[in-house]
């Protein structure tokens, strides 16, 4: 008896000891990531080489992985209590071994060039580690891609053609990748680890403080009075928070729980709540200012200005949301959805009265980024540091922040970006691969060969290369990988490097609701109840403005800003009207339900305007009479309604069941 009373006490206080290691590990690795973005560092005469900091971040983030993510996920559940000798085995290397770079690495800095057996043996762990971190909490289909790059380095010498590589030797290639900067500790591990990782703090700070509810609370009332109005809170609430999170799915777990059923119990239907609600968050990715963290890579990969990169994003993230908005509205009124009701809907004035604290840190991200040119992690810093001030001091709703809830969000921080640590150096592993082989340029040449030396062709399988390479990767895992295998390929056939670069961001984003793998749409279905793959094609259907807007600023820079204000101003004015045609004609309503010629009319006439008048020589004329045509096509079927006397939705009484 008493021997299963210590047994039964054991796994308990076992798992309590490893649940406080992980804590006081991620607190270590959020104060650490924190403190470097401060510069607190130099401030208090502690000189680090920045690889020295990036070799102690991975020291703690190593660990960390093994701590909490399970070598199988159906093994999850078994060792709840119990970790596996192996996991304990590979933590504590991981630790050691970085550690003892980060230590030895103004040393062995110098001497790599003699491949001396501590650093090829540290370097060699590390980089296993970090491919078996990778698959645990990034998955398998990256790890495949990272796993085919290290073979590629070793091997690619041996392949005939365009994408033969050098010879490189193995303790060449291990040495290159752990310890160079071009490598591992190279540029995206730089950027997650500080500019990432202090705006999913910031993230976390906002949401312990109850941003998350007043987000919808404001969304309600702003637009819960307007048909589809549920809907249409989905969307506002989740393109705001999805802006933050820097994740699609999180952001559809976090935000679909509230959204989906608000949309169910309005009278949408299963498939197209998820697929709503999933093409918002995406959306969030995409829309400035902090896009997930891409603006802020994507600043550093151009070597441009931040706020450059913001501008740019500017107009298609408005003209995708535009497009879910019409969309979900005209969905609405085909299936008589109606407005909230009104007792559900609080009223604007109390909900910024008693979340006034809100915009504020936004207006200090703002202001420190563009006003006084602050890095954005110091901005980020500065804005949580607001609204932890604030929510301190004064609360949300009756709740005040307290220490507990700011460890807190310190350890959630350092548990959240573990998975962009892990993608930030087996980033740096692919960018070493393809420098120290010679492989950067054989892809790319093999890329302008695959679409024929046609820059429309070659767009077309980029966007295709990009869906599949961005399957299951959070939106900073996408864009580093793309922007090191794909963008050069368009850069190299004259594209604008911004709009290369924003290019494969929107499509690496589309694979997180393209079928077969729409894992962002995936995820809302399983809080619908509605058949994902069904999901991930209506998610389509929402969201198709996202397909179409990359091809139209590639060859039309002025939708990214790119131009005279004038040229500017018309592009934006066309694709408006343009987007509004195209998505009554996706969704087959106006006034009334469509034929399928009517349909097709509106689609012609809307992808005619969307076309801006700079993307080729006579597109003007293309904008002259998309718009004739669809004035045209919106008379008549005003004029027809008008005639008919019908009000303008279903008839009455038709279900809107699933």
């Not at 308990?12 to 560092?41: E, F, H, M, N, Q």
């Not at 996920?73 to 000798?85: H, L, Q």
């Amino acid at each position: 008896m008493s021997a299963t009373a210590s047994g039964g006490g054991g796994a308990p206080a076992a798992k309590r000891a490893r649940d406080a290691l992980t804590s006081v590990l991620a607190v270590a690795l959020s104060c650490g990531a924190i403190a470097w973005a401060a510069d607190l560092y130099r401030e208090v005469g502690l000189l680090l080489y920045t690889e020295q900091y990036l070799l102690g971040i991975l020291a703690l983030a190593l660990p960390l992985v093994f701590l909490t993510a399970r070598a199988r996920k159906s093994a999850a559940a078994a060792a709840a209590d119990r970790m596996p000798w192996y996991d304990w085995l590979a933590a504590l290397a991981g630790f050691a071994a970085a550690g003892y770079m980060a230590v030895r690495y103004p040393v062995m800095s110098e001497l790599i060039a003699l491949h001396p057996r501590d650093g090829l043996v540290t370097a060699l762990v590390v980089i296993v580690l970090v491919v078996e971190g990778l698959r645990r909490t990034a998955g398998t289909a990256l790890t495949l891609i990272i796993v085919g790059f290290l073979a590629l380095a070793l091997l690619g010498h041996l392949i005939p053609g365009a994408l033969a590589g050098r010879y490189v030797e193995w303790d060449n290639l291990a040495y290159y990748l752990a310890w160079d900067p071009a490598g591992m500790l190279g540029t995206p591990m730089i950027v997650v680890t500080t500019i990432v990782t202090a705006f999913v703090f910031f993230g976390q700070v906002l949401l312990k403080s109850g941003g998350s509810a007043f987000f919808t609370e404001i969304a309600t009332a702003v637009v819960g009075r307007y048909r589809g109005g549920q809907a249409k809170i989905a969307v506002t609430a989740s393109g705001l928070f999805g802006s933050i999170s820097g994740s699609a799915v999180s952001n559809v777990v976090t935000t679909g729980v509230i959204t989906i059923p608000l949309m169910r119990s309005g009278g949408y239907r299963a498939v197209d709540a998820g697929a709503i609600e999933a093409v918002a968050s995406t959306g969030g990715q995409l829309m400035p200012p902090i896009m997930g963290a891409a603006a802020f890579l994507m600043a550093d990969f151009l070597q441009v200005a931040y706020a450059e990169v913001v501008v740019a994003a500017l107009i298609p993230a408005i003209l995708y949301y535009g497009a879910l908005f019409i969309v979900a509205d005209l969905e609405a009124a085909r299936r008589g959805v109606t407005r909230i009701p009104e007792e559900r809907i609080p009223r604007a004035w109390p909900v910024l009265k008693s979340g006034w604290m809100f915009p504020l840190p936004f207006a200090v991200l703002i202001g420190t980024l563009f006003f006084l040119n602050y890095s954005p992690e110091l901005s980020a810093l500065l804005s949580a540091a607001v609204i932890l001030a604030i929510g301190m001091a004064v609360g949300y709703q009756g709740k005040r922040l307290g220490l507990r809830d700011l460890l807190d969000a310190l350890r959630t921080t350092g548990i959240a970006v573990l998975d962009i640590i892990m993608i930030g150096a087996a980033a740096g592993f692919v960018i070493g691969v393809l420098n120290i082989s010679g492989l950067g340029f054989g892809m790319t040449l093999t890329l302008i060969k695959l679409g024929g030396g046609n820059v429309f062709m070659i767009l077309l399988v980029s966007a295709a290369v990009c869906i599949l390479l961005g399957m299951g990767m959070p939106t900073a895992g996408v864009y580093i990988l793309l922007a090191a295998l794909v963008a050069p390929a368009l850069v190299e056939v004259g594209i604008l490097p911004i709009a290369a670069h924003m290019f494969i961001l929107y499509f690496g984003m589309m694979s997180m609701i393209t079928p077969p793998v729409a894992i962002a749409a995936f995820a809302a279905a399983s809080l619908s109840g509605a058949d994902p793959m069904r999901t991930g094609f209506a998610a389509v259907r929402f969201g198709w403005i996202a397909y179409v807007i990359p091809f139209m600023f590639v060859f039309a820079p002025t939708l990214l800003m790119q131009g005279p204000p004038l040229a500017i101003a018309l592009a934006a004015a066309t694709a408006t009207f343009g987007v509004w045609l195209v998505s009554v004609g996706i969704v087959g309503f106006m006034v009334r339900p469509l034929g399928a010629a009517a349909r097709i009319a509106f689609i012609v006439s809307g992808i005619a305007l969307v076309i801006p008048a700079d993307a080729f020589p006579g597109a003007l004329a293309t904008d002259i009479a998309g718009f004739l045509l669809g004035v045209a096509l919106a008379a008549r079927e005003l004029w027809v309604r008008r005639r008919a006397g019908a009000p303008a939705g279903r008839v009455a009484g038709k279900s809107v069941a699933q």
